[in-house]
């Protein structure tokens, strides 16, 4: 069964430094992943997805992730962080059970602050 | 091209009753999943419909109950509501065949007393 696990509850970063949010997953088919950003009171909005093609991927806002298969990890990273990506991440991967009754699975959620 | 839309925004019911939320889905997807998402917590899968029908559910119990229409559109139907029922309600479609990528509406806050 698929599963997903985010390494850091909270990470707590300054202004113009790098962003990383750690996410591990476990999958018996060839996954894919994804992660989502949801700002406060809002809903959640996709940053990027891997779906098997390049395993560095590009999102929005300045964000990539990359796929590492060895280390069945699918971290976000940001070279320079901003104000406004202070919010919640989670990361997700598909299930790909029987039947193709895809559903996602969701991590439990990593809390980005962003200080000045 | 329109997002997934939900009504209501909030609202509030007390204990036994039941509540009916609604979800448009965005312009040519097909597929329409439901999620619980708990104060702190991350979404947790209610159930999917695909073409009117279920196609996947979650852990949750039977007064939790669903329907998809004809355009697609969709309502999340809780029966006996339970305090525990407090939470956000999402709605997100997709193009099953597609890439998975599910499109997320802003979601409606249910508060039970």
């Known amino acids: 069964a698929q599963s997903v696990t985010q390494l850091d509850s909270h990470v707590s970063v300054s202004e113009g430094t790098p962003v990383l949010l750690r996410c591990n997953y476990s999958?018996?088919?060839?996954?894919?992943l994804f992660w989502y950003v949801q700002h406060p009171n809002k809903g959640l909005q996709l940053l990027l997805k891997y779906t098997s093609a390049a395993t560095l991927v590009k999102g929005i806002n300045g964000f990539e992730a990359e796929f590492k298969k060895s280390e069945t990890s699918f971290h976000l990273t940001k070279p320079s962080a901003h104000m406004s990506d202070a919010a919640e991440y989670f990361c997700v991967v598909s299930d790909h059970n029987a039947g193709n009754n895809r559903k996602l699975i969701w991590g439990l959620g990593t809390s980005l602050a962003v200080n000045p | 091209e329109t997002g997934v839309t939900q009504s209501p925004t909030h609202l509030i019911k007390t204990r036994g009753q039941q509540v009916t939320l609604r979800c448009s889905s965005q312009?040519?997807?097909?597929?329409v999943s439901w999620y619980q998402q708990a104060l702190g917590q991350g979404p947790q899968f209610i159930f999917q419909y695909y073409r009117e029908e279920e196609n996947g559910r979650g852990n949750f119990p039977p007064r939790f109950s669903g329907l998809q229409f004809p355009n697609y559109s969709s309502e999340l139907n809780v029966n006996a509501l339970e305090l525990d029922d407090s939470a956000l309600y999402l709605c997100?479609?997709?193009?099953?065949?597609?890439?998975?990528?599910?499109?997320f509406g802003p979601g409606t806050r249910l508060t039970v007393l």
């Open positions: 312009s040519g997807h097909n597929t």
């Open positions: 999958s018996s088919y060839s996954p894919s």
């Open positions: 997100a479609s997709s193009l099953k065949g597609s890439t998975d990528t599910q499109y």
